[in-house]
């Protein structure tokens, strides 16, 4: 979901949750199994 959201801003489609001001990038991180793995992902336009 954190990537989708990254997605809907950086195209102006978040709805009610779009950002005001114009977005050009976009990061996401996330830990898992027991904080032993991390992964991120930066997005641009």
Wanted: glycine share 8%; no cysteine; proline share 2%.
């Amino acid at each position: 979901m954190k990537v989708a959201e990254i997605y809907w801003q950086l195209v102006g489609k978040a709805g009610k949750r779009q950002v005001k001001k114009p977005v050009y990038t976009g990061l996401a991180h996330a830990w898992g199994d027991l904080m032993q793995a991390s992964t991120v992902v930066v997005m641009r336009v």
